[in-house]
């Protein structure tokens, strides 16, 4: 099994990319905002440095005659500044900022000392962007009488401060992001904590300790998934319970037939005659048959019990495998003089079930089994099958003893024998017939065939409808 990421591996990850895309996001939306009002900020600037210039200069040389026009010059100090540097004579953005004064002629007459010999921007009143000797400018001109007011900004600027605001707008998020993965590293190990607990509670378990688990604090997350350990530790020791109480049951039941055996392998080994010694034989093979046939049955009850020794379930036509069953017992019915007659409501009779072959075969043999068992020598088995509803019915009815109503329910139960009977059963026969019938969603009854004579059981197995199920259809196509 490969090792797969820790859950906090997982979601710190996953915290992580959600924090870049959330803050991508963030940081495209910043630039747009930044950019949207260093427009609108650095254009109203623009514009109220135009009105200004109109006013006081402008106005005065709109009928001045200057051979060469007025420049405005800054101070030196302010080219030397560094980035963010302020002096007591200005700001080194000043640099960055033009202004031309034109009359309609074509005259230059005042620029700043930032600004080109050439015109800005043609005379056309309002804002536009222009590229003046390989630097872009934003430019905002104002006609005022004769003359045109031209005021432009470099756009380094504006691209200077969105990016300084996006950095400070940023620099906080990332911090703040990186502050909380730290704080949502912290909070995913207390709150992974019960797993912790609960894997240690685990692992200082004895390999023999199936009771529940003891974890404190429980969230309401890990609590199915305690359930269902608890659960499993339970199914596991009544696996383990079951185990135990069939080799006990194995032992106690085997115990008395090979002491039998060992007893009467004794008196054949005594024997002083030929007579005693056959007598001995007969009761040894007796008891070996005895003993070999409660193995089985003992072997078939634990199969049966078992989820894992089961096949896959495919449709059975009831009758036919009565019938096969019957034949196959025709040497034990012979041997005791007995009849089996199969009874049928309808000629047109639909008995399909849906089950696995073996299981139900061995259901049919231990009914029947029982039957023959437990009727008198020349007597009659009826074997009916019929169709209540959506249910097929199988019902196999003895003329032997009847069962006391009390004890009707304990014949199901392993290893019982109803007190008094001559039979020397296994005591597992109807045990395995209710363990297969539960197995198949089949009721199994037993009742009295009338007032004082003989038994009948009666399985009723849901028909192929409703035990239609993918495991059928998967056998179906294979």
């Known amino acids: 099994m490969t090792a797969a990421k820790s859950i906090r591996t997982r979601l710190l990850i996953a915290i992580l990319m959600t924090l870049v895309v959330i803050l991508g996001i963030a940081a495209g939306a910043s630039y747009l905002v930044s950019q949207h009002e260093a427009e609108e900020l650095f254009g109203a600037r623009l514009a109220t440095s135009a009105r200004v210039i109109e006013a006081l200069v402008a106005k005065q040389v709109d009928h001045a005659t200057i051979a060469s026009p007025l420049v405005i010059s800054l101070p030196k100090e302010l080219e030397g500044l560094h980035e963010d540097e302020e002096s007591r004579v200005g700001h080194r953005y000043e640099t960055k900022i033009a202004f031309q004064v034109w009359r309609d002629d074509g005259t230059l007459l005042v620029r700043s000392a930032s600004a080109p010999a050439q015109p800005l921007s043609p005379n056309r009143e309002g804002f536009s962007k222009q590229n003046v000797q390989g630097r872009l400018w934003a430019v905002f001109v104002l006609k005022s009488g004769n003359s045109w007011v031209q005021v432009a900004e470099n756009t380094e600027v504006r691209e200077e401060l969105i990016e300084n605001l996006g950095a400070a707008l940023m620099a906080p998020l990332i911090g703040g992001a990186l502050l909380l993965l730290v704080a949502v590293n912290v909070l995913v190990v207390y709150g992974l904590s019960p797993l912790h607990e609960l894997a240690a509670a685990i692992k200082r378990r004895e390999p023999n300790a199936l009771g529940p688990l003891q974890v404190s604090h429980v969230p309401k997350e890990m609590v199915p998934v305690v359930g269902a350990l608890n659960d499993l530790l339970a199914r596991t020791n009544l696996a383990f319970e079951h185990e135990r109480r ?10 008395t037939p090979l002491s039998a055996l060992k007893i009467h392998a004794d008196n054949v080994a005594r024997a002083t005659s030929d007579v005693e010694r056959t007598r001995s034989m007969i009761q040894l093979q007796q008891g070996l048959e005895r003993t070999t046939n409660l193995a089985e049955q003992m072997l078939a009850y634990s199969r049966a019990q078992d989820p894992h020794n089961s096949e896959a379930r495919t449709k059975i036509h009831l009758s036919e495998a009565v019938a096969e069953t019957i034949a196959s017992l025709d040497p034990l019915r012979r041997q005791r003089s007995q009849t089996v007659r199969i009874i049928s409501d309808s000629e047109g009779l639909d008995s399909t079930i849906v089950g696995e072959p073996t299981k139900i075969e061995r259901l049919i043999r231990n009914l029947l089994d029982n039957a023959s068992r437990y009727s008198p020598r020349s007597s009659q088995v ?48 109807l045990a395995i017939v209710k363990e297969i019938a539960d197995q198949h969603n089949a009721t199994i009854r037993l009742e009295a065939l009338h007032d004082d004579d003989g038994t009948v059981i009666t399985v009723r197995f849901p028909s192929k409808k409703l035990a239609y199920s993918p495991l059928l259809r998967d056998s179906e196509g294979s």
Request: aromatic residues 6%; without cysteine; negative net charge.
């Open 246 to 255: 069939f080799i006990d049951a194995a032992a106690h039941e085997l115990r």
């Open 382 to 429: 009826d074997v009916r099958i019929s169709q209540e509803g959506d249910s097929v019915v199988l019902s196999v009815a003895n003329h032997g003893r009847v069962i006391p109503p009390e004890l009707r329910e304990r014949v199901f139960e392993p290893y019982y024998r109803i007190p008094g009977s001559e039979s020397r059963g296994s005591g597992l026969g």
